[in-house]
């Protein structure tokens, strides 16, 4: 049976409240513009699973900043360089890449342009590292099995409700695409809704040869990677957007849809948090501080779920 135009808003307000969903109001939870937050929620649950999509950064943001047992997270490229038939040789240079280039990316205080020539400088040299070696998935697969409980507290349930709902899922990852793959399937969250843009390892006669084109980094995970990617052409009908990233460059993830869309940006803030909290917040709808749980994003679709259940009826 339809509901008439007040029915469905009365079951808004009433029934489904931004001001309800308690995990908002807590003292880690950051909304510069709530009002805002409330409209674009409003709008998701009205709209239904039908018209929303995810896009979602993976390392630090599908899987945790920390750890409550204080064991490390290895980030995607971390899982390629646990992988012990690489030379020596990458390892040492690799890290000393990231010795260099990780506290630019980091940095609150640093220009984006000048962030952005770094981060082309890091990739194109880690490419450049990896030329003329043999290297199998299936090590990969063997070093991200270790990894595959690093998720976020109820990330299987979000992951889970996603699929029921047919809501596509786009893992944007500037990592490395070989292990992001790995992780998910390992952990049984790699549904047929879930697609996967990231760098992925070039191989030349059996031996590794740098990254396929193009080049994903931090700070261009946008519409420019995005172009003529057959993954739009699924959901460019889908204009309410739930974008998800621990670093500022994430936010700009869906810039290329249009510019009627409803999108919110949760943004999970852990390194420099006091220092960059003005930031997050003039970047993100909702930051989360220290926060390891994916229970914020399934509640807002959960929302749009009881909705959906309400209109069934
Ligand atoms: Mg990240």
Known sequence: ?????????????????????????NDNCKMKNPERVKQIFNEFVMGGPDRLQVVSDFDYTITKQRKSDGSPV???????????????????????????YRPIEIDPHLPMDEKVQCMIEWWTKTGELLVGFKLEQSEIDAVASKYKDS?????????????????????????????????????NVMYPNVSVISNFLQYKN??????????????????????????????????????????????DMANGVPASSHIIKIGFLYDH??????????????VLIDDQTMNVPLALLEAVEKKEAVRNI
């Open 151 to 187: 998720l976020r507290d109820n990330s299987h349930k979000l992951f889970d409700t996603l699929n029921r709902l047919n809501i596509p899922v786009l893992v944007f990852s500037a990592g490395l695409g070989n292990s992001v793959i790995s992780v998910l399937k390992q952990a």
């Open 273 to 286: 948090a006091e220092e960059s909290l003005e930031k997050y917040m003039n970047t993100f709808d909702i």
């Open 74 to 100: 290895l980030s995607s490229f971390g899982i390629l360089n646990a992988c012990e038939s690489l030379p020596t040789k990458f390892i040492e240079e690799s890290n000393n890449l990231h010795n260099k």
């Open 206 to 251: 059996g031996l590794l040869d740098g990254f396929q084109k193009p080049m994903i980094h931090s700070f261009n995970k946008n519409e420019t990677a995005l172009d003529r990617h057959k993954y739009y052409d699924l959901v460019h009908n889908r204009d309410h957007i739930i974008v998800m990233g621990d670093s500022l460059g994430d936010a």
């Open 1 to 25: 049976m339809g509901l008439s135009k007040e029915q469905e808003r009365n079951i808004v307000e009433n029934v489904i409240r931004l001001e309800d969903i308690a995990l908002l109001w």
